[in-house]
């Protein structure tokens, strides 16, 4: 009869060690696709940040050249335009 326990303790020990093993497998893959998906889409937004980064200084180097142009336009005016605030 103590033969029969044993055995049955044995196989109770390694079908618990089974499910253990399955568990850290199975949250092993888990881990694993949440880190791909966190990774693809850390990627996916720093190529949307250089879109807007991209499309502001476009937009800024626009407004640069405007401003500097009505900067060239007030200094080429003959003084007495200048002194009406014009």
Request: charged share 45%; net charge positive; proline share 2%.
């Amino acid at each position: 009869m103590a033969g029969i326990g044993r055995s049955r303790e044995r196989v109770r020990r390694r079908r618990e060690r089974d499910r253990a093993v399955r568990r850290y497998l199975a949250d092993r893959q888990a881990i694993t696709a949440c880190e791909t998906k966190r990774d693809t889409e850390i990627v996916e937004l720093r190529r949307r940040i250089s879109v807007i980064e991209d499309e502001a200084a476009n937009q800024i180097e626009g407004l640069r050249v405007d401003q500097g142009f009505s900067r060239m336009v007030r200094a080429l005016r003959p003084p007495r335009d200048r002194r009406d605030g014009a």
